[in-house]
């Protein structure tokens, strides 16, 4: 799959994207149609822009990394993530797969990159952007290991993350009104 040769990515901070909030949403709504039009509570732009506003915080603050992607200057899609305080919730009530190492948990602040949210606008969808921006965050990271979460049901995004060297090592249900259950995964980022 081809990208755009016009593809261009921008790096922003916590403060930078959040300054950009209109944005941000504006490209979750271009993203994320059917889930909204779902009426999911946990999937509405409200409740997004709320955990948005949540990871930039003053908590991930310099932690958090943003991309953004742009094609002939219009906003294609984004991605956003943070590297895991040595404190993180991330991996409250998290039940690992048979075999993990009793330490997997255990964070230092430099361990593990949390992607949380990789989005590409419906018109620019299948055009090899969401792989372009993920490469892109990924490999300007400084962590031995990144972690997301994904629907066990979205077999679409689910196949794609295994494709791109991730893989299954838990699941567990975030702390946020009306989060579902999630798989995790893991890959590498020394290779």
């Given at each position: 799959m081809n990208t755009p040769d016009d593809l261009e990515f921008e790096?922003?901070?916590?403060?930078?994207?959040?300054g950009r909030g209109n944005m941000v949403e504006d490209i979750y709504r271009a993203s994320y149609v059917d889930a909204i039009a779902s009426g999911d509570l946990f999937d509405s732009p409200f409740e997004f822009?709320?955990?948005?506003?949540s990871y930039t915080g003053p908590r991930n603050g310099?932690?958090?990394?943003?991309?953004?992607?742009r094609v002939r200057g219009e906003s294609a899609g984004q991605t956003w993530g943070w590297s895991l305080p040595p404190d993180a919730a991330w991996w409250s009530g998290f039940q690992p797969d048979p075999g993990l190492a009793g330490d997997f948990t255990v964070e230092d602040g430099e361990r593990t990159f949390a992607l949380s949210e990789?989005?590409?606008?419906?018109g620019y969808a299948g055009q090899g952007i969401a792989r372009a921006?993920?490469?892109?965050?990924?490999?300007?990271?400084?962590e031995g290991r990144a972690t997301l979460l994904v629907e066990a049901d979205n077999s679409r995004a689910y196949q794609r993350y295994i494709q791109w060297g991730w893989r299954k090592v838990g699941h567990l249900r975030p702390d946020w009104p009306d989060a579902p259950r999630f798989d995790v995964l893991l890959r590498d980022l020394a290779d």
């Open positions: 790096h922003l901070t916590a403060a930078q994207a959040r822009m709320r955990r948005f506003d310099d932690r958090f990394a943003y991309v953004l992607a990789i989005m590409v606008c419906a921006m993920h490469d892109e965050l990924l490999r300007s990271r400084p």
